[in-house]
């Protein structure tokens, strides 16, 4: 048999920080502003004989990303300029870091990391009308490198692991990262080869989404084995993805890293970690929160709940604090917090995707909780129990209050169903005699008569007890 051609991947990933002002100027750090060039300054408008002052906030983010995945805080670290050409670029480099970046090291979803480190964003060109505009909005926003060793084995391991990257960055409050606003961008560099050596790698960039880093992944696979396969050769070159297509297409040539002449920055400071108040490994790993696999790790042992449901909650930082909050409401008691889990996964899943858009911070966890309660007792039926939670979302409010005022309220009472049960009885002879001469069908259909007659208030079990009394 021809031996198969091993697929090697790594990722370079970048994530706009979230910090008050930019990276080296007081301009605000806003990347919801859609007013062209209001957040600027001469330092971000890279006019001659300014100079750069380092965003404490944005370092802060880097070392606790780096202590999250548990690589090593630099004690010695400094800034390089990367020289290049290109209008978003003005200054004619980038600040970034080369020989001594912030973090070296670490793992994240068993995929080891070359590094992070921290430098600028660029000003964003836009390309219409025949005219080419510059936004410096963007120029100067802080941004987190991060280069994971030449070790992801196929598509689905690299979205996986950009995945929980994306979930980490938001738990840490570092990044919004959205793929879709350009707040954290992947390029993925992929190689084939059949020895134990690497093959020629190939660059793709605008991965707008985890599955398109997937799909490009799988095709540039494809794409590298059938050129093999016919003798031709894969060329190193930096490809873009096109959406619509489904395929990569030729960008440019890569420039080795040569031809940027990184050299340290002359006009900022070095910076010895330990001795900046804050910032020595102890200090940086107390302001950890409950890292996502923590999180699963302690719902798995805590609750009993499938590996999916988990992946489910633990997926957002959202889905997780609702989550976590209505628990603590229900005592952590087993069966009502794994109704809590159901009801969270199916049912509310089901109203945010019918309404087209997720809000567990604006549904109160506490009424969520006394929801479960209500289900648990009885009190609600399970029909009853989705419909106030449903108005509960479009509305807010007390359940208790809600299904009172909607008639969803469970009726126990024999006496206060009795009524119906005889109402119904009496004017289906016909069913009441087949269920005389033994058919169960005719008893479900005079239970489904009652409830109806009840208002849909009856709890099915309390009539059917009704019924067996009065007929049996
Ligand atoms: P460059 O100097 O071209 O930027 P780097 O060595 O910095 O290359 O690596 C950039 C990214 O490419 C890293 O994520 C690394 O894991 C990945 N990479 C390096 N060599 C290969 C290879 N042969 N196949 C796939 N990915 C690779
Ligand atoms: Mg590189």
């Known amino acids: ?100 970046p912030l973090v070296v090291g670490g ?82 560099n992929i190689s084939i080869s059949k020895s134990g050596d690497f093959g020629t790698k190939v660059e793709v960039k605008n991965l707008n989404s985890f599955r398109s880093v997937e799909r490009a992944i799988a095709f540039e696979i494809e794409r590298q084995t059938a050129l093999l396969s016919e003798g031709k050769k894969v060329e190193q070159e930096t490809r873009g993805w096109n959406e619509e297509r489904q395929e990569t297409f030729h960008q440019r040539f890569k420039e080795g890293s040569a031809d940027y002449r990184y050299f340290p920055e002359p006009d900022l400071p070095k910076l010895f970690l330990s001795e900046v108040p804050g910032f020595s490994k102890e200090a940086v790993r107390a302001t950890l929160p409950e890292l996502p696999w923590e999180r699963r790790t302690r719902y798995a042992s805590a609750y009993a709940l499938k590996e999916s449901d988990i992946a489910y909650l633990g997926a957002t930082p959202e889905r997780a604090t609702f989550f976590d909050m209505v628990a603590k409401a229900l005592d952590d008691d087993t069966e009502l917090v794994t109704r809590a889990a159901n009801y969270i996964i199916s049912d509310l899943a089901g109203i945010y995707a019918s309404r087209g858009r997720e809000d567990f911070a604006s549904l109160d966890a506490l009424a969520f909780a006394k929801l479960m309660r209500l289900a648990a007792d009885h009190t609600l039926s399970s029909r009853g129990t989705k419909d106030t939670l449903r108005i509960m979302v479009e509305k807010g409010g007390d359940p208790e209050a809600i299904a009172r005022e909607h008639g969803l309220v469970q009726i126990h009472d024999a006496g206060a169903l009795a009524a119906a049960v005889d109402a119904v009885l009496s004017r289906e002879g016909k069913a009441v005699q087949e269920y005389k001469s033994g058919k169960q069908a005719a008893l479900q259909y005079l239970i489904g008569k009652s409830m109806k007659e009840s208002g849909g208030a009856g709890n099915p079990e309390s009539i059917r007890k009704l019924i067996t009394e009065k007929v049996g």
């Open 107 to 188: 793992k994240l979803t068993g995929v080891a990391l070359t590094r992070v480190h921290l430098e600028e964003d660029t000003a964003r060109s836009i390309h219409s009308g025949g005219k080419s505009l510059v936004d410096f909005n963007r120029a100067g926003i802080p941004l987190m490198e991060l280069v994971t060793e030449p070790v992801i084995p196929d598509a689905e391991t690299a979205g996986k692991f950009a995945r929980e990257l994306q979930l980490l960055l938001r738990t840490l409050g570092a990044s919004e990262a959205n793929l879709e606003k350009g707040e954290m961008r992947i390029e993925a």
């Open 1 to 100: 048999m021809k031996k198969q051609y091993i697929p090697t991947i790594g990722l370079e990933v970048h994530a706009e920080l979230k910090t008050r002002t930019k990276m080296f100027c007081d301009s605000k750090n806003d990347p919801d502003e859609t007013r062209p060039n209001t957040h600027v300054c001469p330092v971000c408008m890279a006019h001659p004989g300014t100079l750069p002052v380092i965003n404490r906030e944005a370092v802060r983010h880097i070392l606790r990303i780096g202590t999250a995945v548990g690589g090593t805080l630099a004690d010695f670290t400094e800034f390089d300029r990367k020289s290049y050409f290109y209008p978003d670029i003005p200054k004619g480099y980038q600040i970034s870091q080369y020989i001594h």
